[in-house]
């Protein structure tokens, strides 16, 4: 029997780095949100105490280092089930682009093999697990949007953002968060204020949610890979309300309340970039 279970890609609404830990991890502050740009994962129970996954992308590996893959490991050991698993997975979500991809993927699985064996472990139960995997797992095991603080395993439920549209345009690169948290001195990046998006998502202002958004390592990022700066200028001249890079990049997303005015925009970035989207925040 099969189950098919959705992975979600998220968006930043804020990123904050607050400072390097002693044991080398970072402290973070991130509002996420999300979306309705999602791979699809085919769960299929075997009888051989084995977890196999497929998928076709030229960017992903199908084997121990595939976070779909990890995450069913731990499932398997955190809750001792002898059975194993089939991981089919249909990528749609751009991969090492800053929305969350291997990480959604991760917490799927956790959901889906929750189900799939009629464990039935609390949601908060399977995010800590998580974070054994990955900082952004814990966050995509609930989805919706949320403040993800610590390494990103402490998880507060906000109010979604007012309907709107999203304009996802990545440029033809791929960005590896590791290397640019390598870089960041949290004394010398901007700090996005957290509070102000906060209260402007509690008060569904969606102008205030435009002006607020920001991303610490957008700088770091737009250092190395000038091609992120040029996309989000473009994106701001062509009309979008609020324009920021998500995670460590490189996709950089618009926000606008009006569909025609969503549709504009995708076209103006289809002849700048070839990977752009319109999606909608969940809620
Ligand atoms: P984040 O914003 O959480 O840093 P990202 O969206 O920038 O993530 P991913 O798409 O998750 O990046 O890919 C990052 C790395 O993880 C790539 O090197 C990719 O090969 C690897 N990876 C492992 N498993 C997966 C998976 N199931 N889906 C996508 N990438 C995966």
């Known amino acids: 029997m099969a189950l098919f279970e959705k992975a979600p890609a998220k968006v930043n609404l804020s990123l904050d780095v607050l400072g ?17 740009l999602a791979d699809r994962i ?24 595939n976070l779909a893959y990890k995450a069913a490991k731990l499932f398997k050991k955190a809750y001792g089930i002898s059975k194993g698993v089939h991981i089919k997975i249909e990528k749609n979500i751009p991969v090492s682009a800053g929305l969350g991809g ?4 991760a917490a799927a699985v956790l959901r889906g093999l929750n189900k799939l064996w009629d464990v039935k ?5 399977l995010a800590s697990l998580g974070m054994e995997i990955d900082a952004d797992v814990p966050f995509c095991v609930f ?7 610590g390494r990103g395993e402490i998880i507060k439920k906000l109010p979604s953002p007012p309907s709107c549209w999203v304009i996802l345009a990545k440029p033809d690169i791929g960005v590896s ?30 102008s205030n949610i435009c002006k607020y958004i920001g991303n610490s390592l957008e700088e770091v990022t737009m250092s190395i890979y000038p091609e992120v700066k040029r996309i989000k200028e473009k994106m701001a ?3 979008a309300d609020g324009v920021l890079m998500s995670g460590s990049g490189p996709t950089v997303y618009g926000l606008v309340q009006h569909h025609n ?9 289809k002849g700048f970039c070839h990977d752009v989207h319109i999606v909608r925040i969940l809620g």
Request: glycine residues 6%; charged residues 30%.
């Open 20 to 36: 390097r830990r002693k044991d080398g991890y970072h402290d973070v502050e991130m509002i996420m949100a999300t979306i309705d």
């Open 42 to 65: 085919e769960l299929t129970s075997i009888e051989e105490d084995e977890v196999e996954v497929s998928l076709w992308s030229r960017y992903v590996p199908n084997d121990e280092r």
């Open 102 to 105: 291997g990480s959604t993927n």
């Open 121 to 125: 472990v609390p949601l908060v139960e």
């Open 143 to 149: 989805g919706s949007t949320a403040l993800a603080r």
């Open 177 to 206: 968060t590791k290397s640019i948290l390598q870089r960041v001195n949290s004394d010398q990046i901007s700090h996005p204020n957290t509070e102000e998006i906060i209260n402007a998502l509690d008060t569904k202002n969606f």
């Open 237 to 239: 001249n062509a009309g």
């Open 261 to 269: 005015k969503a549709q504009r925009i995708y076209n103006g970035m």
